[in-house]
């Protein structure tokens, strides 16, 4: 399974970027593709995820700014960033798991810097 992750990049705070992440390879039908994020010189934490049977969840920091949606014929995620941060800097990985969390893939990691 590979995972190409692209839309990264710089904005000013306020403003919107959209990340993208395909999927391919043996997939299995239920899964869970989403996005995690790690800022410089923390953990990596999730941003948000979006289950094939159309459930999604958000971290709290980004609840009312960020969408994320997926296009399961062609296994891409996607993630819709409004009203961006400074605090939103950092490199986002995409993530495809199976429900059970029995599996987990990576992305490469797409750098967001958000300036002030």
């Known amino acids: 399974v590979q995972l190409q992750a692209s839309g990264g990049g710089l904005a000013q705070a306020g403003g919107s970027l959209r990340l993208s992440c395909a999927a391919s390879?043996?997939?299995?039908?239920?899964?869970?593709l989403g996005w995690y994020r790690q800022p410089p010189g923390k953990q990596r934490e999730l941003v948000a995820v979006?289950?094939?049977?159309?459930?999604?969840r958000y971290a709290d920091s980004v609840k009312g700014r960020f969408t994320i949606s997926r296009d399961n014929a062609n296994n891409t995620v996607y993630l819709q960033m409004n009203s961006l941060k400074p605090e939103d800097t950092a490199v986002y990985y995409c993530?495809?798991?199976?429900?059970?969390?029995?599996?987990?893939?990576w992305g490469q990691g797409t750098l967001v810097t958000v300036s002030s």
């Open positions: 390879g043996s997939i299995f039908s239920r899964n869970a």
């Open positions: 979006a289950t094939n049977d159309g459930g999604t």
């Open positions: 993530n495809l798991r199976g429900l059970l969390y029995e599996y987990h893939y």
